[in-house]
């Protein structure tokens, strides 16, 4: 598959999984300095982007603080008041992930680099398509998630007083959830196809990962857990500065940083496990003028 085919009806080969996973891993950890490049601006834009969604919602919170409430009560009753501030800045959390990953998926796939850290914070159309494509992807990972709730909670009614029915609720559940993996991950091809302004869609990744699902998604998962983990330490050792400080602004970049280098690894997964399912290859790089 090249720019100028169309996407193959089915995928050209079967996904191996340990190459895949150490491909992405190299990726990152042997072009660092690269990583670093890539980085540096989203990281940087990410901070007031975090105090602004701090802002959003610091006078809604201390109300609720204010009337006593805590634990789950005081989080139910915030997720009800300030649903509208949370959504935008959410919606606005997303513009420094889709310019790494844009930039990163580039690199992976065409050999580009940034000339400068600033360059990456630059969006062109492609970065717009990205970016409404995510927010598509999120609405139908939340749709997905919702669907599988109902009938997770259906089912859970039905078992209710059945002999066994609190033994059989967890394992389904998890079944379900996994189901909602598997969709998101068959959907993924589709974001390295438009870092590189490929004319492809979800319809086109479900075609591509086709009896390679399950295999793409271990794949993800060997690479998003590890590096997880790390986030999640990073955050429990930095993530109590609540108030806005100089330790916040430190504390925010920092946590960018970890989350974008764990991001790198999922989407030189993704890219990784592209190429090697739509068969898709670069196209040839322009040649100087010839000389007379």
């Known amino acids: 598959m090249n720019q100028s085919a169309a996407p193959p009806p089915q995928p050209v080969r079967e996904l191996p999984i340990a190459e895949t996973i150490s491909a992405a891993y190299k990726s990152v950890f042997e072009n660092f300095a690269v990583w670093l490049r890539i980085m540096l601006g989203p990281a940087i834009l990410s901070v007031p982007i975090a105090y602004f969604g ?13 009337m006593g409430l805590e634990g789950p009560e005081l989080t139910t009753a915030f997720m009800s008041a300030a649903w509208a501030e949370l959504l935008l800045a959410n919606l606005v959390s997303f513009v420094p992930y889709v310019l790494f990953a844009v930039a990163w998926h580039r690199f992976l796939l065409l050999g580009e680099k940034p000339a400068s850290p600033l360059t990456v914070l630059f969006p ?87 009896g390679q699902g399950w295999r793409f998604l271990l794949a993800l998962s060997c690479c998003f857990l590890p590096p997880l983990f790390f986030s999640l330490f990073m955050t429990l050792i930095l993530g109590g500065a609540a ?30 496990a592209f190429r090697t399912c739509t068969g898709w290859i670069p196209p040839p790089a322009p040649q100087p003028p010839a000389t007379v």
């Open 54 to 66: 701090q802002m959003l919602v610091a006078e809604e919170q201390a109300k609720l603080t204010e």
């Open 124 to 210: 062109v159309a492609r970065h717009f398509r990205f970016y409404l494509y995510t927010l598509l992807l999120v609405l139908v990972i939340g749709v997905a998630a919702a669907l599988v709730g109902t009938v997770g909670a259906l089912i859970a009614a039905l078992l209710s007083g059945a002999a066994g029915s609190n033994v059989l609720q967890a394992p389904l559940f998890l079944l379900l959830f996994m189901v909602t993996l598997y969709v998101t991950a068959r959907l993924q091809f589709t974001f390295p196809a438009l870092a590189v302004d490929e004319n492809y869609g979800f319809g086109d990744s479900w075609r591509n990962t086709r």
């Open 243 to 272: 108030d806005v400080s100089l330790l916040f602004f430190i504390n925010s970049f920092v946590l960018a940083a970890v989350g974008l280098l764990t991001t790198a690894i999922v989407i030189s997964a993704i890219s990784v």
